[in-house]
């Protein structure tokens, strides 16, 4: 989207969202379809790049309100029916297929390029009649006392040149991500001591995949000694997202730059050795620290949270995209309830929150159970093979119901040590 094709701003809006990925993407949409005014401000140049690019079953529901299932259906993206995991980065386990558990049209997913997944969404939020604007900076969230009521924003003057303009709303949603704009500037995050990760990933052509059914499917390989682990999620074009993910000390031990951490775990891991065998690399190494994180209050007066910018969560179980859709679909229900009673609390805005962290609470403690060295899912699942159900639930999604406690009572104390 050009600035000389970007939407005039109103002076004020029902709902303004700050953020255009999933979060505020399916936030937006779903309010204006409710009937609510409703602004998306996103700071990028859209199509944006974006990690995380795997799709859980679960997300077919959300993105079947949306109505975008069958544009899904239409795409280039690899379909993804299974997960597998490989320990001691060699050993396979038997894959997790989807219909195998859940035989429904939810069983089939997708692994897909971000920039144009977002950009699908955002033009779905469009069509629901939301306005979109991007390269539109928010510098600061306007207060009457505890109450939000509009934000700042820096966009492209009549001539090109950055202007600063005041948006007033009845709801700010925050959907910026990881940069968590309101709860950075309100106080509000903490991070999981556990699991302050950092990753290094890249793209590279003509890496092996599996035949068939199984060439869709996101692969997850612990290196020797479970130090760290790679990703491997086919993209449409024969291209392949390969990441590898660790303690922030292990994976740049010694000053290493990003070329020669992954090349030093990936001598740790044959399975991926063997996938990259006859690959090229088409993007540069890129890094990002994945430290979980949470906000500890998800709404107030006037505002919520939704997506990573509520909190994030290790990536190993492709989560993201997942909490940013549902959490998005939460809070826009929330709102629509806040504008029938004309009740803008932190409680009617919130009523949501209580389900939602039941939710990312259960992928918490499996992402706590992967990383624990003395942990084995296949010893595991060998020993309770009554649990197994369990483990596919919260592996497609399915984390939204109350059965999980023997679960992970038989699984013991799962919390890996703290990084000294």
């Known amino acids: 989207m050009t600035e000389s094709a970007q939407p005039v701003l109103d002076e004020a809006y029902d709902v303004v969202v700050i953020g255009g990925g999933p979060a505020g993407a399916s936030t937006g949409a779903l309010t204006a379809e409710h009937g609510h005014s409703t602004l998306i401000l996103e700071r990028s140049e859209l199509p944006r790049f974006h990690v995380g690019e795997s799709l859980i079953p679960e997300t077919f529901w959300t993105l079947k309100r949306l109505g975008l299932v069958e544009r899904l259906h239409e795409s280039a993206y690899p379909r993804k029916y299974s997960v597998q995991f490989f320990s001691e980065g060699l050993k396979p386990s038997a894959p997790f297929y989807f219909d195998q558990y859940k035989d429904c049209e939810s069983s089939q997913t997708w692994q897909v390029w971000r920039d144009s997944f977002d950009q699908m969404l955002l033009d779905r939020a469009t069509e629901l009649g939301a ?72 793209y590279f052509e003509n890496a092996h995949r599996d035949p068939g059914k199984d060439e869709g499917a996101t692969l997850i390989m612990q290196t020797a000694g479970k130090q760290s682990w790679f990703w491997f999620i086919p993209l449409p074009g024969n291209i392949a997202s390969i990441g590898c993910t660790a303690d922030m000390d292990v994976l740049f ?154 679960c992970f009572e038989a699984m013991g104390d799962v919390t890996p040590p703290v990084p000294a």
Not at 182 to 197: F, I, N, Q, V, W
């Open 131 to 202: 306005t979109v604007h991007a390269k539109a900076q928010v510098i600061d969230a306007h207060f009457d006392g505890d109450q939000a009521t509009g934000v700042r924003v820096k966009v492209a003057g009549p001539n090109g040149e950055r202007i600063e303009k005041d948006i007033a709303c009845k709801v700010l949603v925050d959907a910026t991500g990881q940069s968590a704009f309101l709860a950075s500037r309100l106080g509000l995050k903490e991070t999981d001591p556990a699991l302050k990760k950092g990753t290094v990933w890249s």
């Open 253 to 406: 031990a010694g000053g290493a730059t990003a070329e020669e951490a992954f090349n030093r775990e990936l001598e740790r891991c044959p399975a991926m050795v063997d996938r990259l065998a006859d690959a090229t690399q088409v993007r540069d190494y890129m890094t990002t620290k994945d430290y979980t994180y949470y906000a500890r209050q998800g709404a107030g007066p006037g505002w919520t949270l939704v997506g990573d910018a509520y909190g994030f969560i290790d990536p190993v179980y492709s989560s993201g995209v997942f909490l940013a859709l549902k959490s998005g679909e939460f809070a826009a229900d929330a709102i629509h309830e806040a504008f029938q009673k004309n009740d803008f609390s932190a409680e009617c805005l919130g009523s949501w929150l209580d389900e939602h962290s039941r939710g990312v609470d259960v992928f918490r403690k499996l992402v706590y159970a992967f990383y624990n060295p003395n942990f084995s899912f296949g010893r595991f699942l060998k020993m309770h093979p009554e649990f197994r159900s369990n483990v596919t639930d919260i592996l497609i999604g399915d984390v939204f119901k109350p059965d999980f406690t023997e």
